[in-house]
C-alpha cells in the first residue's frame, strides 16, 4: 500500500551567486508518513527540517528523487494542505474570522461557491473558532488577542478548507510553556475529531512525543532521516503523561540521537 505522504530518495540543494557551489541542504532523504498518521520531524537547527515541508507542499522542487502526496507526484503546489508557522501572520486589517476565511477565497473548489455559501462557510468558521475556545472572538482583531489565541486562529485557517494534510512548522516556539502546553492539547483534539493527517516540524522533544504516532530524527546537514521512533504510548494522551517515566524515557532517548548525530556534522 502506498503511503499517503512519500519522500524518495530527495536530495535539494539551495543555489547561491552564479559560480558558488551553493549549499546542499537535503541528500538522499526518505520518509513515508501513513494516511491519518500524526508524524514530527526533529533534529539540530538547520538540518533541513522546514526545507522538508517546502518540499512536501511542492513550494520548492528537489534536485532528485520523488514526492507523492496522496498518490500523485508533487510537481507543484498541492491542494489538499493547510499550513501553520511559528509567526501566526494575521492580516492586521481583517477580524478574526475573516482571517480564519482567507483560505476560502483562494483554495477551489471553495474560492468559487464563497460568494453563494458565505453564510454557510461563516457558520463553519465560527464553530472552528469555537472547537480551539474562541468562540464569540471573530469580531475581534489581531491586535486584540493575545499570542496563544492568535496561534489557535492559525490553526482554524489553516483548517478550514478541511485539507486532508496538515503541516506545522514550528507552530508553538514561540509561546510560553503553559500556553504550549495548552495548545498541544487543542491540537491533539483536532487531530482526534477530524482525522487528517500531520506532519509537524519541531525543535520541542517533548512535544513531539505527546502528539505524535512517529518521530523522525535528521542529521545534521546535508539532512536526511537516520531516525525513526514510534511513539507506543495510549492515546488519547492526557498532558500528565509528561511526567511519567516512559515519557521521558522516550525524550532522552530522543535527545542522545540528536546529540550523537550533531557530534558527526
Not at 39 to 56: D, F, I
Not at 64 to 77: F, H, M, N, Q
Not at 158 to 166: C, D, G, T, Y
Not at 187 to 194: F, G, Q, S, V
Request: hydrophobic share 40%; glycine share 8%.
Amino acid at each position: 500500500m502506498t503511503p499517503f505522504v512519500n519522500i524518495y530518495r530527495v536530495t535539494l540543494t539551495y543555489r547561491g551567486s552564479p559560480g558558488s557551489a551553493g549549499v546542499l541542504a537535503l541528500q538522499d532523504n526518505s520518509l513515508q508518513v501513513e494516511r491519518g498518521e500524526f508524524a514530527a520531524v526533529v533534529g539540530p537547527s538547520g538540518c533541513g527540517k522546514s526545507t522538508l515541508m517546502k518540499l512536501v507542499t511542492g513550494l520548492v522542487r528537489p534536485d532528485a528523487g520523488r514526492i507523492s502526496v496522496d498518490g500523485k507526484e508533487v510537481t507543484g503546489p498541492v491542494k489538499i494542505v493547510g499550513m501553520a508557522f511559528q509567526n501566526p501572520n494575521m492580516l492586521p486589517w481583517r477580524t478574526v474570522l475573516d482571517n480564519v476565511m482567507l483560505p476560502l477565497e483562494i483554495v477551489q473548489p471553495h474560492r468559487s461557491r464563497l460568494r453563494k455559501e458565505k453564510k454557510a462557510y461563516r457558520e463553519k468558521a465560527e464553530a472552528l473558532l469555537a472547537t480551539v475556545g474562541l468562540g464569540g472572538f471573530g469580531d475581534r482583531y489581531p491586535w486584540q488577542l493575545s499570542g496563544g489565541m492568535q496561534q489557535r486562529v492559525s490553526l482554524c485557517r489553516a483548517l478550514i478548507h478541511e485539507p486532508e494534510l496538515l503541516m506545522l512548522d514550528e507552530p508553538f516556539g514561540a509561546l510560553d510553556a503553559f500556553t504550549r502546553e495548552e495548545l498541544w492539547c487543542v491540537l491533539r483534539d483536532l487531530w482526534h475529531k477530524l482525522g487528517f493527517t500531520v506532519i509537524l516540524v519541531t525543535h520541542d522533544l517533548r512535544e513531539a512525543t505527546f502528539l505524535a504516532d512517529s518521530v523522525h530524527v535528521m542529521s545534521a546537514r546535508p539532512g536526511r532521516i537516520v531516525e525513526s521512533r514510534k511513539i507506543d504510548l495510549p492515546r488519547p494522551r492526557d498532558i500528565a503523561v509528561t511526567y511519567e517515566p516512559a515519557f521521558t524515557g522516550i525524550v532522552h532517548e530522543l535527545r542522545g540521537k540528536i546529540a550523537e548525530v550533531r557530534q558527526q556534522a
